[in-house]
């Protein structure tokens, strides 16, 4: 319709100079109009639509990711943070049972050392000439009986310590040292009830209980042995001990000795790995 109108409006301009234009002219005028108005139709019909603003589109998505990576940090952060808080209370945690543990070793360090020195007290009192050979006797009676029984695992290994705790008695004895012979005594005493209620246990009730000492027995370590935490060749090791270390023992549990050493520490070490002290004057006789 709009073509037409032009093709109309042309013609009537120029119908007023007629004498100046042919009417070949006119429709060949109007066809080129024509024509072009339908090209630019064309043009305009097929150019798209703007759809918005690009730039600010793009920095929108821009944006947007800059916030997702950001939210997956602090995310990150955060359980890096909740796990540095759980490995923290894990260590206070450790640091308050060992604090604890020390504190236990520390008290079992006291009684061990007042139940020695009680022990030691009474053994003096009686450490009369005739009250040192009696239990001399006594537990020499003792070892004989041993001779008749047969033994296995560590067994021999504690009659010999007993037999050389006696022997030490003896020689003190012998030299008018009865307080000393008195505690040899009744140390040699403690390693035969040793091994004869291990005996007894294995044969009628195979579950091992702790049995303390009524005398602590001073050791050493004849070689570089494992602290454990608890009997057994499988519990946790606590430290090693070196040779000669000086320890007490306190308990036995089976062929296991519970020891107090000498820097507060308290564990298991198996019976083989030590040996009875005795003073050196008294140690070159009866080795």
């Not at 690009?54 to 796990?83: K, V, W």
């Not at 037999?163 to 390693?191: G, I, K, P, T, W």
Request: some cysteine; aromatic content about 6%.
């Amino acid at each position: 319709m709009q073509l037409l109108r032009q093709a109309l409006r042309l013609y009537r301009y120029l119908k007023m100079w007629p004498e100046k234009i042919s009417a070949q002219v006119v429709f060949v005028l109007i066809g080129m109009n024509i024509a072009a108005c339908s090209h630019i139709q064309k043009v305009h019909s097929t150019a798209p639509e703007p759809t918005g603003n690009f730039p600010l589109a793009r920095e929108m998505a821009q944006f947007e990711f800059g916030c997702s990576n950001l939210r997956a940090e602090r995310e990150a952060q955060q359980q890096e943070i909740q796990r540095l808080q759980k490995l923290l209370a894990e260590k206070e945690a450790y640091i308050r049972s060992q604090e604890v543990r020390q504190q236990d070793q520390q008290k079992a360090l006291q009684e061990t050392s007042n139940r020695a020195a009680h022990a030691q007290v009474r053994l003096r009192r009686l450490a009369t000439r005739p009250t040192a050979a009696s239990t001399i006797a006594e537990v020499e009676m003792g070892m004989e009986n041993l001779k008749s029984s047969s033994f296995t695992g560590s067994e021999p290994i504690l009659q010999t310590q007993a037999q050389r705790l006696l022997d030490a008695a003896a020689h003190a004895y012998a030299v008018d040292n009865y307080a000393a012979a008195m505690d040899y005594a009744s140390q040699a005493r403690e390693f035969i009830n040793m091994m004869r209620n291990n005996s007894t246990r294995k044969a009628s009730d195979p579950q091992q209980v702790t049995v303390l000492f009524q005398v602590p027995i001073p050791l050493r370590a004849i070689a570089n042995s494992k602290l454990r935490e608890k009997p057994g060749l499988k519990a946790p090791i606590l430290g090693v001990l070196k040779k000669e270390s000086a320890m007490t023992a306190e308990a036995y549990r089976g062929e296991w000795l519970q020891i107090l050493t000498a820097d507060g520490r308290s564990g298991w070490i198996f019976s083989t790995l030590v040996e009875a002290q005795v003073a050196k004057g008294i140690d070159m006789v009866v080795k």
